[in-house]
Every structure is written in C-alpha cells, then in structure tokens.
Nanobody, 120 residues
C-alpha cells in the first residue's frame, strides 16, 4: 500500500545541482520520518539524509554530503526533497526514498529509485 515515487534524477556536471523529489502515499506522511539512501554499482546502499516527522523537522546527513545536500519536506504535498549542490562524481548512484514506518529512524519502505549521474 505504501508507495514512494522518486523523481528529479539525471545527468549533471560536477559542481552542478539537482533536486530530488519523493511523493509518498499510503502512509500518514506528516507522522513519518523520511530518508534518502543511495547505491552505486557494486557498492552497498548507504544512508544519505533524513528528516524527522516531528514539528522541528530534525535532519540528519551522512558526513560525505554535509554542507552540500539539504533534505526538506512539504507535508501538504506528501513530498520529501533532497537538494543536492556541489555534486561530485562520487555522488553518482541510484537514489532511493525511504520511509520509517516504525519510528526511531528505522527505514522499512522504499521507492524504486532515481538515477543520479555526475560527470567530471
């Protein structure tokens, strides 16, 4: 029932920017912590960023993206965003949206992913 649909991926030059969106349905979005993960070919999926459902919207970022990526949400649109600036080739990966359905930053529901490719 839960559906997470990512969009906004594409090909971009190093130093450029992209904004990923994830439209969520089948869950109480305003009460759900959302996150972003990525997986490069031959590598394990890794956490990128997340944002709490709570009113303060606490965010958490992987060290590799701190200062470059910003996670935000629009509860009125059931959408979470990942603004990616100063992109590097090592950011190239399939980016997944995820939802924490158990509380406690435990992500258990996943989208299909959107490809981000950063050329040098």
């Amino acid at each position: 029932q839960v559906q997470l649909v990512e969009s906004g991926g594409g090909l971009v030059q190093a130093g450029g920017s992209l904004r990923l969106s994830c439209a969520a349905s089948g869950l109480t979005f305003s009460r759900t912590t959302m996150g972003w993960f990525r997986q490069a070919p031959g590598k394990e999926r890794e956490f990128v960023a997340g944002i709490s459902w709570r009113s303060g919207g606490r965010t958490l970022y992987a060290d590799s993206v701190k200062g470059r990526f910003t996670c935000s949400r629009d509860n009125a649109k059931n959408t979470v965003y990942l603004q990616m600036n100063s992109l590097k080739p090592e950011d190239t990966a399939l980016y997944y949206c995820a939802a924490d359905l158990r509380s406690g930053w435990d992500f258990s529901s996943w989208g299909q992913g959107t490809q981000v490719t950063v050329s040098s």
